[in-house]
């Protein structure tokens, strides 16, 4: 079968109609001018725009200081956490607090580990290029993760406070070693692979992967530390500036005094509009996961308004809340903005710049990428969301002291997952949860992980 039979070649015929195109108006000469001594994006930028985007809120809920993952891609766990950390400071009146984030990505890559070793056992008799183990193979384990993710390492581990397990520089500048690590594990891949085509016992190989864990372990633990398994909880009332110690409190002990169950009454709500995903159906998808004994991630797929409609709810009873976009697009990370109307590429450069987010997630322009936390809104005249408040996780250099802000009409089209508590779903939506997920490959952009630094 010959590849593109029917190519057609660019020839020098069209060459010059596209030259003379480009050379019919002096605007593009100007425009040619302008990118030469600045950026494409302030290029594009509109002002008029821009300029309504003022950190007011009808909704805003006062949170703790941000926090900073630094080089690393765990902004899903430190979202996480900062949700969870506000329940304990506002138990004791904290002024400043954070749960230990390398505690928990300490967990996160071990269990992803295990995770990646019995992949690779159970694809161990397809073709190595078959698509499943390409992708097994060639994502590794990465610092990114989902909300049902965190809850898994939680509900095994606990949590401990921050200066138990404070962050060490591998923790906060991952990239070296996690290439060093799938450099090993993929290595172990090929070792595992031969062993089993090659008839050996599945003890025999149980065994290998408890040695290739082991290593591991102390890989883990020369970079980020020994996780504790005892710690004193000490704190100080901001306003009394009373004491108070909880000595010889094991992680799991703390997380069921402080957290408890609550974690289950959360469910994750998604918008992929999509043909392959139909609406109020709930998803998974296939290897993806850490904890191999905890709950398989799941999805349900609503419409953009119903998804806004429950975030506001929680927001109204003053509960902030976990959500996972695209911050690669339409962005100003020194004012801390994400704003789709702030950027006219299509003015700046005479094209329809428009892609609908269907087609985005489709052909690989677009999927969720970084975790946040939703901790305020503004809502116009009709109700409508106009302006949102984020707590980022990029330290307090940018933005409003490391807040950010997002317009109602970037989330419309860039935010594709929030978590919000059972209580606000409708007895409709509820029932949907009860039934099977329809299971997604691996590589569906609704697969996607929060990893963004």
């Not at 290593?215 to 005892?230: D, S, V, W």
């Not at 994400?338 to 269907?358: E, H, P, R, V």
């Not at 052909?363 to 409508?384: F, P, Q, W």
Request: charged content about 25%; aromatic content about 12%; proline content about 4%.
């Amino acid at each position: 079968m010959e590849i593109m039979k029917n190519a057609v070649p660019v020839t020098f015929s069209d060459l010059e109609t596209f030259e003379n195109a480009y050379h019919s108006k002096r605007y593009y000469a100007a425009m040619t001018h302008s990118v030469s001594k600045t950026s494409v994006a302030d290029a594009a930028f509109c002002p008029e725009n821009a300029y309504r985007m003022r950190r007011v809120y009808f909704i805003d809920i006062p949170t703790l200081p941000v926090t900073n993952q630094k080089a690393s891609g765990r902004c899903w766990l430190f979202a996480a956490l900062n949700v969870m950390r506000e329940i304990i400071a506002k138990k004791y009146n904290l002024e400043k607090f954070e749960i230990s984030q390398n505690y928990i990505a300490f967990w996160d890559k071990f269990e992803k580990i295990n995770y990646f070793l019995e992949s690779v056992i159970d694809t161990a008799n397809l073709p190595s290029d078959d698509r499943t183990v390409s992708w097994i193979v060639s994502t590794g384990i990465q610092d990114g993760g989902q909300w049902d993710m965190m809850v898994a390492l939680v509900k095994k581990y606990g949590l401990v406070s921050k200066d138990a397990m404070p962050e060490t520089f591998q923790s906060s500048n991952t990239g070296a070693m996690n290439a060093m690590i799938n450099t090993k594990l993929r290595a172990y891949t090929a070792e595992l692979r031969r062993m089993i085509r090659g008839g050996a016992s599945a003890e025999d190989v149980n065994t290998e992967k408890n040695r290739i864990l082991s290593e591991m372990y102390r890989i883990l633990c020369i970079c980020f530390g020994e996780p504790p398994k005892k710690f004193d909880f000490e704190y100080k009332n901001k306003d009394t500036l009373e004491y108070g110690i909880i000595c010889d409190i094991t992680p799991t002990e703390f997380y069921e005094k402080y957290i408890g169950g609550i974690l289950d009454d959360y469910v994750s709500i998604i918008n992929a509009p999509t043909e392959d995903k139909p609406f109020n159906k709930t998803y998974t998808v296939n290897y993806l996961g850490n904890v191999l004994e905890g709950a398989p991630i799941l999805y349900l797929n609503l419409e953009m308004d119903e998804l806004v409609s429950l975030v506001i709810k929680q927001l109204k009873d003053k509960e902030v809340v976990w959500f996972g976009s695209d911050v690669g697009k339409f962005g100003n990370r020194a004012e801390g903005i994400w704003d789709d109307l702030s950027y006219d590429y299509g003015s700046a450069f005479d094209i329809d710049y428009d892609i609908s987010k269907a087609d985005a997630l489709d052909y690989r322009n677009s999927c969720m990428n970084h975790a946040m936390v939703i901790t305020g809104v503004n809502l116009d005249e009709n109700d409508k969301p106009n302006r949102w408040k984020i707590e980022n996780s990029w330290g307090d250099q940018n933005g409003d002291e490391g807040y950010y802000m997002m317009s109602g009409t970037w989330f419309d089209r860039f935010v594709y997952q929030a978590v919000v508590h059972k209580k606000y779903l409708s007895e409709e939506q509820l029932k949907m949860l009860e039934e099977k997920p329809i299971r997604l490959n691996p590589w569906d952009p609704m697969g996607s992980l929060a990893n963004c630094d």
